[in-house]
């Protein structure tokens, strides 16, 4: 079963930047799509980027496209999500999960494993 662990969450001024990590635990990493997933209090999770197995193809919710950045080391098991130009309204828990498929889902029911998340703050 795979493990996911996040780390590099903080607090961060609006305009800073963050780099999240994800590390996972299994030899079959590199067949598992990744996505980052975030939920602020009262609201529901939602996917904020994701990435495809071998990592040629992503996605983005259209909230972060040209700030966020995702992309993955399989040979380190780990993905990460480059985090540019925050605004306040990006606080939230945010997750990592995986899936093993080829494609890349994007809602929360599609995936299978979880890490236990990392607080990102932006203040204002």
């Known amino acids: 079963q795979v493990q996911l662990v996040e780390s590099g969450g903080g607090l961060v001024q609006a305009g800073g930047s963050l780099r999240l990590s994800c590390a996972a635990s299994g030899r079959t990493f590199s067949t598992y799509a990744m996505a980052w997933f975030r939920q602020a209090p009262g609201k529901e999770r939602e996917c904020v980027a994701a990435?495809?197995?071998?990592?040629?193809?992503?996605y983005y919710t259209d909230s972060v496209k040209g700030r966020f950045t995702i992309s993955r080391d399989n040979a380190k098991n780990t993905v990460y999500l480059q985090m540019n130009s925050l605004k306040p309204e990006d606080t939230a828990v945010y997750y990592c999960?995986?899936?093993?498929?080829?494609?890349?889902?994007?809602?929360?029911?599609?995936?299978?494993?979880w890490g236990q998340g990392t607080q990102v703050t932006v203040s204002s």
């Open positions: 999960a995986a899936r093993r498929t080829f494609m890349i889902p994007t809602t929360t029911k599609q995936y299978d494993y």
């Open positions: 990435i495809s197995w071998s990592g040629s193809s992503s």
